[in-house]
């Protein structure tokens, strides 16, 4: 190579270092490098592609004077350059014949073609392409250059990543924390869901986000929130995660070119959308994958390690957020539940017609239903935290006999009945149960007082047991009756045969005498036999008898008045 050319190249060199120093972006570096270089090198296009370590595959990073159709292509050579690309090495190409393989670029009117590895500390990391619609015979100096700027190109294009990262990385922790901020500021889990798929595309500049949280009543993934999305027709029906799951270790999906990569499946008909990249990153709490977050984006794009990692961190953050809403949720629905449970347990002691009350192991009074404070002219606020021998309703006054107290002595069911009032028909009758509740350790917490009246019960017992003494006096009046009837009439009836006897020997006087007393033992003895009530009088000291003048009478007078 002669030093003119050398010098040439030289500058043409330097040119082009300077004007990719000038960029920081590693777009804005690909963009200066396929639009300058054509003309620095009298070609007449040039495209670089970026390799996919997710898919292996070379991506369009940036191209200059190409049409779409050509760029979109499927096959972007042969798998034999591209093996030689791979292994580092340049390939030269020309297309000025017509052979098959060559028809999409004499389409394109493309003849000659450099190809050439874009190398980073021996790693191929993309490929750049020099084409010519002129037949070109790349001199081995011209190749050796090429490779020198390609080589600068992938240095450039790393820093710029590097230096693009940097700013992404700060940007992100600010995003990260502002995010946060949001999300720790809800316990909805409607707001939360919404909060992350608005703010992450617009931190990103991305367009679309969706979120997908796992049911397990149904076992699936199902649409929780979505941003950007059309939610009509084929995007509605999305397929369950584990159908489109990373299989990458780090659990991350990354796709370049929706419509073209197979992992997409019927996600592939989203760039009808206008959607065209997609990163998926699982939602996870502790172990269990609860969900996935989507981020799509409307350009081709390859997700970068900052964006991914400020993705996975918003979904680490959004999985807490999210455990946090269902949790607060569930307690929610619980304490609703004890309200209602509450209120529904005060109704049912409001309107029982017993007096209930329930004490704690410091003899304070925790709960009474309306009975009781209605009893006691109280309200609930009165009564609560009362020392219960303030408020019992029939007093506590000898603690052995307090019902309340043999519970918590014994830890058994105790039962007492008392009377109040003048005895006689004003007494009233009250029956005192109480149970106890047990604590955790065995011991009684609590004891349930239950004081009902039964003065009515009380009072038709005594009835009973007066109509059963009745039925024995009657039953028993009746039999001696029926008893005394025998004899009675056989002394009647010789009484009456002996009268003339007596005449004669002037003793008709003494025996009618006995005549006529038999003839009332008798009355008596037919009246006993009619009796329907019976009354007692006093006899000698404390015995009663029965008071048979006073029955008659009784039952005379109920005769009369029928």
């Known amino acids: 190579m002669s030093a003119r050319k050398e010098r040439e190249y030289l500058k043409i060199f330097q040119h082009l270092i300077r004007m990719v120093s000038m960029a920081r972006d590693h ?3 690909m963009e200066t490098v396929v639009r300058n270089i054509p003309e620095i090198l009298g070609l007449d296009a040039a495209s670089i592609r970026l390799l996919d370590s997710s898919t292996n595959t070379f991506v369009l990073g940036a ?3 190409l049409s779409l159709d050509y760029l979109s292509r499927d096959a972007i050579d042969s798998d034999s350059n591209l093996t030689m690309v791979r292994a580092g090495k340049p390939v030269v190409s020309q297309y000025d014949d017509q052979a098959p393989p060559a028809s999409v670029f004499l389409r394109e009117g493309i003849v000659s073609v450099l190809s050439l590895p874009i190398l980073f500390q021996d790693s191929i990391i993309g490929i750049m392409r020099l084409l010519s619609r002129h037949r070109r015979d790349f001199t081995e100096e011209e190749i050796s250059f090429a490779m020198a700027l390609a080589e600068e190109v992938g240095i450039a294009i790393l820093h710029g990543r590097i230096f ?18 949001l999300l720790n500021a809800s316990l909805d889990l409607g707001t939360v869901l919404e909060t992350i798929v608005r703010e992450v595309p617009a931190s990103m500049e991305k367009q679309a986000c969706v979120i997908h949280l796992f049911k397990a009543e149904t076992n699936q993934f199902e649409l929780a929130a979505c941003h950007g999305l059309d939610l009509q027709g084929q995007v509605q029906n999305w397929p369950e995660p584990q159908n489109l799951s990373p299989t990458e270790g780090s659990g991350v999906l990354s796709i370049y070119d929706l419509a073209q990569d197979p992992r997409a499946g019927i996600l592939a008909l989203l760039p009808r959308q206008g959607l065209r990249s997609l990163l998926a990153v699982p939602i996870v709490m502790g172990r269990e994958t609860i969900g996935v977050l989507r981020v799509l984006s409307a350009e081709p794009h390859c997700f970068t390690s900052s964006e991914v990692h400020f993705v996975q961190t918003v979904a680490e953050a959004g999985a807490v957020s999210i455990h946090n809403a269902r949790t607060h949720t569930k307690i929610q629905l619980l304490f609703n539940q004890i309200e209602e449970n509450e209120r529904f347990l005060s109704a049912i002691l409001g309107h029982l017609h017993v007096q209930l009350l329930v004490v704690d192991h410091e003899r304070r009074v925790v709960m009474a ?3 009781l404070r209605d009893n006691l002219g109280l309200k ?8 219960y021998a303030s408020v019992a309703v029939l007093g506590c006054d000898i603690v052995e006999r307090c019902p309340v107290e043999k519970v918590f002595a014994s830890g058994t069911v105790a039962t007492q009945t008392t009377s109040h009032g003048v005895s006689g028909e004003d007494s009233r009758w009250f029956e005192r149960t109480a149970s106890p509740i047990f604590g955790t350790n065995g011991a009684v917490e609590f004891v349930i007082e239950t004081v009902r009246e039964i003065t009515a019960q009380r009072r038709l017992e005594q009835e009973t047991l007066q109509r059963t003494k009745l039925e024995g006096v009657l039953e028993t009046a009746g039999a001696v009756a029926h008893e005394i009837n025998s004899p009675l009439f056989a002394a009647l009836g010789t009484a009456q045969l002996m009268l003339d006897e007596a005449v004669a020997q002037g003793l008709a006087g003494e025996v009618e005498t006995i ?10 003895t037919k009246k006993m036999s009619g009796l329907t009530s ?10 009663r008898i029965l008071d048979l003048s006073s029955a008659l009478e009784q039952d005379q007078n109920g005769q009369r008045k029928e």
């Open 63 to 65: 191209a200059h004077g």
């Open 164 to 181: 693009n990262e940097m700013e992404q990385q700060i940007d992100f922790i600010r995003e990260v924390q502002r995010i946060a901020r």
């Open 369 to 371: 239903n309306k009975a």
């Open 515 to 524: 005549i006529r007393n038999l003839k009332v033992i008798g009355t008596l």
């Open 27 to 29: 777009q804005q570096v």
């Open 534 to 543: 019976a009354s007692s009088t006093s006899y000698v000291g404390s015995t």
């Open 380 to 387: 609930d606020e009165d009564i609560l935290g009362r020392p």
